[in-house]
């Protein structure tokens, strides 16, 4: 079984710092992706980043970043220069990559970030 | 190429009622995945069809629920007898090939509440 765990439930952050959202990851296949959605109050999910098992470097998608520590299972997701517009919750999810999992994600329960000006 | 459709955006039905959801994955995709979002908490799955299979329904509540993702036409989720513990956002997410590298494009989510 998948577990997604992220520890913090809300997390304020300064406008234009940097900051990052903890999760960490629990699975037992040898080979998996760990995806970061946004969901601002809108309702809409919104693709941020991916990190697959066997990358060799850490993903960066413009202001995002993902600090993937494997033997720690951890992927954190780094968010510089925050914005107001970066004021939402955030997910952390994870994807087997085979067997019974077909590729279903597994959520973690999210974090709200705000962001003051 | 639009995006994942799902409709209707919002729905209000009564105890008792039935609940039908639709989603149209983006073209090109044939897998689709459910997930309900019940409010304070993250996204849970519940179905994975192809075109008309079920393929892992692990998630789905054993009464009241089912999917079906027809040869033509939109996937669907139909709630029967509806009951208030079902009111939730419900997504559909598509993808080409349901592997780990793969993202998941998510539709825009169907409010459900029943009264």
Known sequence: AQKITQTQPGMFVQEKEAVTLDCTYDTSDPSYGLFWYKQPSSGEMIFLIYQGSYDQQNATEGRYSLNFQKARKSANLVISASQLGDSAMYFCAMRGAGGTSYGKLTFGQGTILTVHP | ?115
């Open chain 2, 1 to 115: 190429n639009a995006g994942v459709m799902q409709n209707p955006r919002h729905l209000v039905r009564r105890r008792g009622q039935e609940a039908r959801l639709r989603c149209s994955p983006m073209k090109g995709h044939s897998h689709v995945y459910w997930y309900r979002q019940l409010p304070e908490e993250g996204l849970k799955f519940m179905v994975y069809l192809q075109k008309e299979n079920i393929i892992d329904e692990s998630g789905m509540p054993k009464e009241r629920f089912s999917a079906e993702f027809p040869k033509e036409g939109p996937s669907i989720l139909r709630i029967q007898q509806v009951v208030r513990g079902d009111s939730a956002a419900y997504f559909c997410a598509s993808t080409a090939v349901a592997i780990s590298s793969y993202e998941q494009y998510f539709g825009p989510g169907t409010r459900l509440t029943v009264t």
